[in-house]
């Protein structure tokens, strides 16, 4: 009742919205993010191609930042059908979508965002757990997007073991675990508030990739970033859809908003990778901030941790998220990683067409597109 009450609150909304085909539907799509992100290309694909994809019948209208919903707003707006689709952090809801933040939590098992994507979007497609969960919050899955690898940037060069103890770092799930395992102290902190913890000194380094140098001004407050791929975050589910309107489609319509999504997904973990290379091959040098390689005490100590650190996630999540059978769905998301990381040696990852066609071809596994989500 209270989805449709919002759905006609909304009628005269959705009637200003039609710009495509005359009789199209208008999808109302809301991103969270500023237009300027380079994951928003892969809702712009999106609203270019799914007219055409869907014979006429759908087009789309995208709200950038929080102009219909903001990020903690919108799982639950595509749930009630205030927004059509939306991009859904699961990590902000973790009770709700625990198989979802269970491969989150893995992030450190690898730093080549095409290939995590590319796993973590096949393992939830075809895990009925994982898809299940979107569908009890009345929106069905249709991929995930991924964040560059993250790397530690700070305000004094951080080389060695010795020159991470104590330092305050801010940083969550795993990689606050690899600060403290590194005696470093992890703070807690929301993105929004890290340029005012560097420039009031209550922190001394954050856990983000280079692309925050700009997109949170921190060039401005920290001069040094330590060159360790610190693996990435990729369970940005992109284009969630609202369940009562999934299933109001017919089957054609649904599989050209499902190969629509995963090739704009594709798109733009493509662009995101060429975007991270051009930081590393001297962008972050202009913006007047120094890379530090880190020396291999570092890296080993890194390394030694992730081989610890995954037993614990499961456990973790059983015994504090309520997860079953953790350690089984750890180890199949690891198979799928393996088998990525082959597929993605195929092609060029910076290759927005190559990736997009991998995606399409491969991220759905071997579920019934045509009954998905039903």
């Not at 859809?241 to 319509?253: G, I, M, S």
């Amino acid at each position: 009742m209270l989805r449709n009450l919002k759905r006609i609150a909304l009628g005269c909304a959705c009637a200003a919205l039609m710009t495509g085909s005359v009789g199209a539907e208008t999808l109302r799509f809301a991103i969270g993010v500023p237009e300027n992100f380079t994951v928003v290309s892969a809702m712009k694909y999106f609203a270019e191609k799914i007219p055409e994809r869907t014979d006429g019948k759908l087009d789309a209208k995208l709200f950038t930042g929080s102009s219909l919903l903001n990020f903690t707003e919108t799982f639950s707006g595509v749930r009630d059908g205030i927004a059509d689709m939306g991009y859904v952090v699961a990590a902000y809801h973790r009770a709700e979508l625990k198989e979802s933040n269970l491969i989150g939590d893995l992030g450190m098992l690898g730093s080549n965002l095409v290939v995590m994507a590319g796993a973590a979007s096949e393992y939830c497609f075809t895990d009925p757990e994982c898809a299940a969960e979107y569908v009890n919050q009345g929106q069905v899955f249709l991929g995930f997007g991924s964040t560059p690898p993250y790397r530690v940037i700070s305000k004094t060069p951080l080389k060695s073991l010795a020159d991470l103890k104590g330092k305050r770092i801010r940083s969550f799930s795993a990689y606050g675990r690899w600060a403290e395992a590194m005696d470093g102290v992890q703070v807690n902190l929301p993105a929004g508030d890290i340029y005012q913890g560097f420039s009031q000194g209550t922190i001394d380094a954050n856990m983000h990739p280079y692309e925050a140098l700009v997109t949170l001004s921190l060039k401005d407050v920290a001069k040094y970033v330590t060159d360790l791929p610190l693996g990435t975050f990729y369970i940005n589910a992109l284009f969630d859809t609202n369940l009562d309107l999934w299933r109001k489609w017919d089957a054609e319509t649904r599989v050209a908003v499902m190969d629509t999504a995963v090739e704009g997904i594709g798109r733009a973990a493509a662009a995101t990778y060429s975007e991270d290379l051009a930081f590393a091959n001297g962008g972050v040098a202009k913006l007047g901030v120094e890379v530090v390689t880190p020396d291999p005490d570092v890296v080993d100590a890194t390394k030694a941790f992730v081989e610890k650190d995954v037993p614990a996630i499961a456990a973790l999540n059983e015994e504090t998220f309520g997860v079953t059978g953790a350690a089984p769905k750890i180890a199949r998301f690891q198979e799928l990683v393996a088998k990525w990381e082959g597929l993605v040696a195929k092609i060029d990852p910076a290759n927005q067409d190559q990736v997009a066609d991998l995606y399409r071809e491969n991220v759905f596994g071997s579920i019934d597109k045509a009954t998905y989500g039903m």
